[in-house]
């Protein structure tokens, strides 16, 4: 099994709030300067009515709906355009009503063999509990969530404060191979909401992206072991 190296890579940031999708129209984005005007002729448009906006670019995919904005990296990218992109975007419209902010790492990972790819699934959710109810043959784990509130400034849980979850599930894209999103969830600040965001966005993007590496190299090594 190789650990740490992800065959498909990719990264999103989303923020939850209020927002007129019209306006993140890939023109918009170039008269910005936040695209170049080449990649925005050449953006391709999936959804444009006044509830959503969806195009994607050849590095970038931007899904907007009137109460979130997500923009997600292409596969095996460079994840810091990103997070340019979305603090271009939120500098420019700073009074943009916001509540929170997820920082996302998607990664799917190709496992040598059936053998292991079994292993996993089994030491993340064991079978035995379900064989003797069960009657439909080798149970398999569809998807596992593991939820916990990341430490406060103060060191304390704040059970309203940041907040980490880590998805596994078996990949899609890969055969034999397994799929891990991590996402770091922050809630704005009361006062200066918009402020905050692009504070946690400026200082935790890289953490978090390496921290979303950090996890699942170590839950494939434990499997492994």
């Not at 925005?40 to 906006?53: F, G, N, Y």
């Not at 064989?131 to 569809?142: E, N």
Request: proline share 7%; with cysteine.
């Amino acid at each position: 099994m190789v650990q740490g190296i992800p065959q498909v890579n990719g990264a999103s940031i989303v923020l939850v709030g209020s927002f007129n999708p019209t306006i993140f129209q890939p023109q918009w984005f170039a008269r910005q300067n936040l695209l170049s005007q080449a990649e925005a002729d050449a953006a391709k448009i999936l959804v444009l009515v006044p509830q959503i906006c969806d195009f994607e670019t050849e590095r970038f995919r931007v899904q907007v709906t009137t109460e979130r904005f997500a923009a997600f990296s292409k596969p095996d990218t460079n994840p810091v355009p990103l997070r340019d992109l979305v603090l271009g975007t939120f500098f420019i419209l700073e009074h943009t009503p916001v509540t929170a902010i997820g920082l996302n790492r998607h990664m799917h990972f190709q496992l040598e063999t059936v053998e292991q790819w079994h292993a996993l699934g089994d030491k993340l959710a064991p079978k035995e509990p379900w064989r003797s109810i069960l009657k439909t043959g080798r149970p398999g784990m569809r998807v596992l969530v593991i939820e916990g509130m990341m430490d406060g400034s103060d060191g304390s849980d704040d059970p309203l404060g940041p907040k980490l979850t880590v998805k596994v599930e078996p990949s899609v894209q890969v055969k034999h191979g397994a799929f891990f999103e991590i996402n770091e969830h922050y809630p704005a600040a009361k006062n200066d909401a918009m402020k905050s965001i692009m504070e946690t966005l400026k200082t935790r993007w890289e953490d978090a992206y390496n921290y979303a590496a950090e996890i699942s190299d170590y839950i494939l090594r434990w499997a492994a072991s």
